[in-house]
């Protein structure tokens, strides 16, 4: 197998409702990382992309061959996944194969979703088919009751007072709408930074325990990845960042995971697949973009990665043993919470976010100082999809 | 690269409206398939699943994982791939590579789709979504307008006159049609063999020319195979089908094919790739499933794969050289015609029907003696996506 290096990213600010189509959004971010990458669309063999519901929100199904065909990648092979949020992830994954196995040179994937443009409502009934659609969601389920569930049982397995949890919780907000106010790319950019524990506490409350700012935006947007064979990649770039692990694991119904929860199987199975491959232990991680859809997920998404002991990761965060300096950087794009959640694009935006830290090209204020190894993941549903990738600098 | 083999196969029959899920159905193909490769559930690594509208049919997204889990594939990675009517044909390229890299030894690829539950008006509706959504289902072109075109096109490109051309195109119906009629798998098994070609011209005009014989229907169904590397193959099977060559390219909006309609270009790349990698040529294929979404859609296709000269695969249906026992035997089983379209396991379905031609399992009626060579082609949309495949007999 041949080794694998991202030698291009590029990313479209994530944001609230906007006008451009999913087509033209994704070729912003496609055209950044081609450029990046010092390529021509000529060059690039393939496309892999992420998108979970581009035919609910703006009626284009079959995305890619138009998304290849619009940014003058003509003809080649093109890939749509969906897998709910995990659909870039998933898509970077397949991509990553492609190159090692030496088949094709030079790839690009990501995603691409507007999921602010179809609204609330829209927005909330659709993705409420991402979790089963014979037991889960017709009972009422939607994501938001999903990891209310998990932190209630959370609080009750791990023997944290509910209020002390939620306290925890906010923490991990506020310490990602901070990450997310000087991220240009985010879509709090500017905004919410600071924000009070009694404000998070007391925002209106979406599924209890959770409160709004618990939870994570809808947004429109787009990320692409360029991946190339190592050989390929030293003659692109003197900073390439290789994919030297990827993990992927499924679950079936969230009840199926029984005892095990709040922990999810998938996510256990995914990473250590990732860690294995890479040769690196949870220590070796220096920053990890996590799938914070709800705050509560971060604290159980860290603990399976193996930065914590389970049940202990809000005392990390309330330590700052999860921001900047700390013992790992989580979501130092402002993760979910605030960069945002273009669903289908959102693991290529995590991956765009550790190759930039990796090769130190971000903001100040949010940049982890010598990072060397970065972990994503990505989870789809809940529990349905779990991807873990993990980038290391190769320099 | 290690050579890939199919082991095992599984269909259910396809159909119009019925009960089942869509995790139920590919579960009836998926066992079938496991179990003829003398496997068992656990011994799966990975599943690779087309599905087209399983969300828009029966608001299940995220399939793959909820199908991965009932049939026991408990947490292996699962990815849904969206390539209208080329999804299953998508996924089973993919999963050839994640084999032929050396990553897994066994997986499985398949596909589902209700499009006949779906009812006519909302398949219609939606199917329009695979077309180009700035510019081509907006102006009213669903496909069966698209293919009406190009037979016009096509009669006036090569000079035939219409009501010529519309004769060797009921010459396609009526070859599939008793195909289909022979094939217990067959959405019309049992009916309209041996149908005259007035009642093929006579039926009601669904986009002039093309009359309802001329279309292929909505079906529900799901079909399965098992891929294995070389050394796993030879463990399971004594009849081993080798997958030797994939190819796979895209198409933006019809109009960028510009001149070289009727053709499409996405095939002619595509199908060029895999003969090459399998080192065939169109001469070397005894036994061909294409896409004959409609009738004028055999003809095109069966020149741009290669068999008949460009403007002539009509003489050649009307001569029989397309017929088992001809130059090369198109779509025995019945195709999209008669076996039926259930869009996101169609191509699961041609490599079902190959496999069991080459190991001499289908009925007599309409078994291709001697077959070593097969080749599937499978077109999503108006050229958005074209993947063929060879398959070749292992013994």
Known sequence: MERVAVVGVGSTRYSGAQEKTEVELFAEAATEAIGESNLKPADIKALFLGNALGDFNEGQGMLQAYAADNIGCRNIPANRYEGACASASMAIRDAFIWVASGFYDIVLAGGVERAATMGTGLATRTFAMFSDARYEYPAGVTFPAVFAMLAHLYADTYKIPLPKLRE????????????????????FFTKNANMPVEKVLGSFVVAAPLTLHDCCPFSD???????????????????????????QASGGPLVTQGDFLPRLRAREISSRQAYIMAGLTPQDIDICELHDCFSIASLIA??????????????????????????????????????????????????????????????????????????????????????????????
């Not at 907000?173 to 997310?180: D, E, K, L, T, V």
């Not at 947007?221 to 993990?247: F, M, N, Q, R």
């Not at 130092?332 to 930039?356: C, D, M």
């Open 168 to 187: 925890q919780m906010a923490r991990v907000s506020i310490q990602s709408y901070n990450h997310g106010s000087v991220n240009p790319k985010a879509q």
């Open 221 to 247: 947007g787009a990320s692409a990845v360029v991946l190339a064979s190592e050989a390929a990649a030293k003659k692109l770039t003197d900073k390439p960042v290789y994919l030297t692990g990827v993990g």
């Open 302 to 395: 860290a603990e399976s990665l193996g930065f914590f002991e389970y049940g202990k990761a809000g005392e990390a965060w309330e330590k700052g043993e999860a921001d900047i300096g700390g013992r790992v950087a989580v979501n130092p794009s402002g993760g979910l919470k605030a960069k945002g959640h273009p669903i289908g694009a959102t693991g290529a935006g995590q991956v765009h976010e550790i190759v930039k830290q990796l090769r130190g090209e971000v903001e100040p204020e949010r940049q982890v100082e010598g990072a060397k190894n970065g972990l994503t993941d990505t989870l789809g549903g809940d529990g349905g999809t779990l991807v873990n990738l993990i980038l290391q600098r190769g320099w």
